[in-house]
Nanobody, 120 residues
Framework: VQLQASGGGLVQPGGSLRLSCAAS????????IGWYRQAPGKQRDLVAA???????RYADSVKGRFTISRDNAKNTVYLQMNSLKPEDTAVYSC???????????????WGQGTQVTVSS
């Protein structure tokens, strides 16, 4: 499965962005998808995950602000980000696999992420 993240940009604090993760391949609908972010000098962390049947998991830092969703017909997962804060600034990437693997972020390869910058 190949993944392409998009939708990042520069936004002011309190603003919103919607990221998209488009996947190719026939196994998209049976797998979990995770959104991750990596700020300069920091490790890559899981932001949100969604299972094949729509179950979700969020990092504590984004609960109530971010919403992950998926459209299996379009092979796409979205991350709606509201009430953005400067500390949300990072490169956001997505990946796909079994739920535990998604939670752990234990992948050998990553696609190109999308930069999100929250600044006034």
């Amino acid at each position: 499965v190949q993944l392409q993240a998009s939708g990042g940009g520069l936004v002011q604090p309190g603003g919103s962005l919607r990221l998209s993760c488009a996947a190719s391949g026939s196994d998209f609908g049976i797998n979990s998808i995770g959104w991750y972010r990596q700020a300069p000098g920091k490790q890559r962390d899981l932001v949100a995950a969604i299972t094949s049947n729509g179950g979700t998991r969020y990092a504590d830092s984004v609960k109530g602000r971010f919403t992950i969703s998926r459209d299996n017909a379009k092979n796409t997962v979205y991350l709606q980000m509201n009430s953005l804060k400067p500390e949300d600034t990072a490169v956001y990437s997505c990946n796909v696999g079994a739920f535990l693997k998604v939670l752990l972020g234990n992948f050998d390869s990553w696609g190109q992420g999308t930069q999100v910058t929250v600044s006034s």
